[in-house]
């Protein structure tokens, strides 16, 4: 009886330590699941935040951008002045085309709206019907606000010349299409979503039964203990909703009729919206559940069996999810092209799917984030070479008039103008040296018909067909005569050279006979132009072309100036050769 009591003291105490090393299996494989999936959907979630945030900052940004516009300028001008219908007319007309164009050129805003509240004057780029008083009547400054549910941002136009004014706010409403897309870019849980809220935890779209119980339950623990933070603001009439300050991430359990959930927060964020994550645990935790429930019913065997079945327990779990773990601290170190290639053929097959489902989403969201950088900075270079326009066209013509009864100049004149309006007008994004050099010879052969000039070109025609950016040496040209040439008595004589460096590099120079500059005016002229924004009263040509060079090459192309040869001065830039593949390529190269 001893020794059967002893088998059986030895088998209990094995039963024992099998049911207990069987609980610890399954506690750690339910913590490291949920640790794993948690830091999966935070990974989500941030990227889907960080969209968000910076789709804010490019929509304050671009308010600031349309307040300091020329178009609007000039039309707060007219209406504060003594103006005509035709001008009226004129100005609304450009100031709404302007905000067309920019509404069209900026994903993620759908309305720009110009209120007068002392004047009651709206322009909006879509239907005018849409606009009602009683959103336009709380709006103030720099307020993000959420009015039926649609998010609004605002900005006032300041004049600093008269506070009597009748200043107008710019508002400009957020795409609901931009919206749902990052809502649905944080979800990735089977029976999970996300939802977009704000102002005591109202959604900002109509969701399932699901989520409107989640709703309703957050908003009653928020008036106990609360498991999700609650969204600051406050609620004006007409669903009129103002920002606050932001809150940080959360995550909690949350537990409703249809099972406990996992939420996941982003915190409430500048223009008062907030991403929250809802996954069910009993879809998460639904793998572990299956494999405890087999490896419950074959307890038995697993006695006679032990050590064979540890081993398997190893292969078929332990394994998979340090597996699962070591790519999922790859993702959180910033491998986005982790990816399981050996799918096993059970329930943990799913969850490394979806994992491979959602690095590569992650990896196609961050491409895509990157290309849109790309063609906003083609969008910034494209934008820099449209500032150049010809400035002496009124001045060429009154030329021909003046010469009308000499037709050998008049024609002279007519073809140097042709052959400078064909070059300016084309648009191109890449051009060659001896197109450029034609352009240039063409502008100084019309500014020395018209004024006492003399000028040289020196260029080796083995360099004709080396591609460079357009419209960067008349720019030089023209304030070497503006600003050395008409400034000072005698002065005319201007001199252009392009040569070839020993390391394959192009090197430009623009020389003239003015005063010259010291060392002190070079310096002050270099910070300015070195600026990212050009002050309005300042001019553009210089600027322009240093931006241009720095943004296309690099920041060793800007400009650079010293002595000419007769004491004047001397603009110079160095650039790198464009290679083949890259004749119509109008992308950034840096």
Known sequence: MKKIRSIFNIFAVFLVMII?????????????????????????????????????????????????????????????????????????NQMKEYLKGRQKSNVGMAQFILYWPKAQRIITTTALSGVKDVMLEPVEDNQWFIYENEVYFVRKYVTDWDDTDDEPYLIIRMERDYLYKLKTMASGMKGGGTMLLYSQKKSLFSGSETEKELLRSMGEAGEGNSVVQNLPGENLKGGYTKSGSTSGESASYLSISKGKYQLVSSGALKNGLELVSYYPLKEMMRPVSNINR???SLLVVLLLIGLIFMLLYYNNILLQLRILTGKLKQVEGGNFTAQIMALP??????????????????????????????????????????????????????????????????????????????????????????????????????????????????VSKDLYDKRIIPLILQPIIENAIE???????????????????????????????????????????????????REEEESVGLWNVNQRLINYYDESAGLRFGKSIWGGLMVSFTIDVLPKEMENDGINRR
């Open 294 to 296: 087999i490896t419950g």
């Open 483 to 533: 600003h050395a040439i008409e400034e000072r008595e005698n002065a005319r004589h201007i001199y252009v050279k392009v040569y070839e460096l020993g390391s394959g590099a192009l090197c430009f120079e623009v020389s003239d006979d003015g005063d010259g500059m010291t060392e002190e005016e070079i310096d002050a002229l270099f910070k300015r132009l070195s600026k990212k924004e």
């Open 345 to 458: 053929n059970n329930e943990f097959g799913y969850v490394f799917r979806q994992f491979n489902r959602m690095v590569t989403r992650i990896s196609q969201l961050i491409e895509s984030t990157l290309k849109e950088q790309q063609l906003r900075n083609q969008a910034e270079l494209r934008q820099l070479q449209l500032q150049i326009h010809p400035h002496f066209l009124y001045n060429s013509l009154s030329y021909i008039v003046t010469v009308a009864d000499q037709p050998e100049a008049v024609t002279e004149m007519a073809v140097h103008l042709s052959s400078y309006y064909r070059y300016c007008t084309k648009n191109k994004t890449i051009t060659t040296i001896g197109e450029e050099v034609s352009y240039a010879k063409a502008y100084l052969a019309i500014t020395a018909m018209r004024k006492d000039l003399e000028y040289s070109i020196e």
């Open 20 to 92: 207990a090393g069987f609980a610890i299996l399954y506690i750690y494989s339910t913590s490291s699941l949920k640790e794993s999936l948690m830091q999966a959907a935070k990974i989500q979630m941030e990227y889907s935040k960080m969209l968000l945030g910076q789709k804010i900052k490019e929509i304050e940004i671009e308010a600031d951008g349309i307040l300091n516009s020329d178009d609007l300028k000039t039309l707060h001008l007219t209406l504060i002045e003594e103006y005509d219908a035709y001008r009226y007319v004129t100005d609304v």
